[in-house]
């Protein structure tokens, strides 16, 4: 078991990063039965889990905030993000609800969700059960949008961040727009809209770019994000790599070669990388742009060893393995 970020001594309780949200089960299709019936495979993820697996199991201190079932689902994901290396002490196993599941079919590495949450866990979480510790001890506080679908967990979503950016710490955000946990598109859009504001880091799908800004070239929607006072703005190309705009000024940065096998965390493996170079090079809100670009090419690197495993959390890749992708294409 890693030990990074998980019994931080009462003299030391900074972490590189904090992230709120949801970590819940991936059921992925593997396979057939002998009676050709669907296999679903358990994966522990959910966006933000998986991106803080991705930043501790390259060498970051991370720890989560969140709410699971005291249940099976829920203890399996508390020992798989203790054993990742993710703090665990924000939290919560609760009697009254259960774990929120999401059933993944793959067709060709590009996914398909089905999610049993009504309500999930997740969307439990309350203002008073959060870890203040931690939201005043961390360098990045990250967030993303499914936390904002339901009460209470809205509430203390925006009180998280709150109490994160009066303490200082630079605010990430990842709408990961999930069309199923949204009455529609029109509230999924001033849902995961009204929070822009709070963050200094953006991280964005092509689709989630152009439907928060209206745009549908991914650098002219980046350059509208970083209006809206955004410092950084990263969007991600799939197999093309990625966008990355500061202060209006972008720059595309190529993916790495990869056999897509599963896509769950993609997106999450290279907000982790991302991120983690961020840290390791010092937190400022002011970011170069030539350095957001030795950030989303780390990113990328991990993206592309991620995609070629299966599952979320247990396909993040250690600092040995994409540093040595990214040298044997330099």
Request: proline residues 4%.
């Amino acid at each position: 078991m890693k030990t990074n970020g998980i019994s931080p001594s009462a003299q030391d309780k900074t972490y590189g990063l904090v992230a709120l949200g949801e970590t819940l089960v991936d059921f992925t299709e593997a396979g057939r039965s002998e009676n050709g019936q669907r296999l679903f495979e358990q994966n522990p993820g959910g966006a933000p889990a998986n991106m803080l697996s991705a930043v501790a199991q390259l060498g970051g201190r991370t720890a989560f905030i969140g709410k699971v079932g005291n249940d099976m689902h829920g203890r399996f994901l508390k020992a798989a993000l203790q054993d990742a290396g993710i703090h665990t002490g924000g939290m919560i196993l609760a009697d009254d609800v259960f774990t929120t599941l999401a059933f993944v079919a793959l067709t060709d590495g590009e996914r398909e969700f089905s999610f049993a949450r009504k309500p999930g866990a997740d969307t439990r979480l309350t203002e008073s059960e959060l870890d203040a510790a931690l939201l005043e001890n961390c360098a990045v506080f990250h967030f993303g949008s499914l936390s904002l679908t339901d009460e209470p967990a809205r509430s203390a979503t925006y009180a998280a961040i709150r109490r994160a950016k009066a303490a200082g710490a630079l605010i990430s955000y990842d709408p990961n727009y999930r069309a199923g946990l949204w009455p529609g598109v029109s509230e999924a859009v001033r849902g995961i809209r009204e929070p822009l504001p709070q963050a200094d880091l953006l991280k964005v799908s092509d689709e989630e770019a152009a439907m928060l800004s209206g745009l549908y070239d991914p650098e002219s929607a980046a350059r509208a994000l970083c209006r809206e006072g955004i410092h950084l703005v990263a969007v991600t190309l799939g197999k093309d790599g990625a966008l990355v705009c500061t202060d209006g000024r972008c720059q595309h940065v190529a993916g790495f070669p990869a056999t897509a096998v599963d896509t769950t965390g993609a997106g999450d493996a290279f907000w982790g990388g991302f991120l983690y170079q961020f840290l390791q090079r010092g937190k400022a809100r002011q970011t170069e742009l030539s350095d957001a670009v030795d950030f989303a090419r780390f990113g990328n690197a991990a993206a592309a060893i991620c995609v070629s495993r299966r599952g979320g959390i247990p396909a993040m890749p250690s600092l040995e393995e994409v540093e040595s992708l990214i040298c044997a294409h330099e």
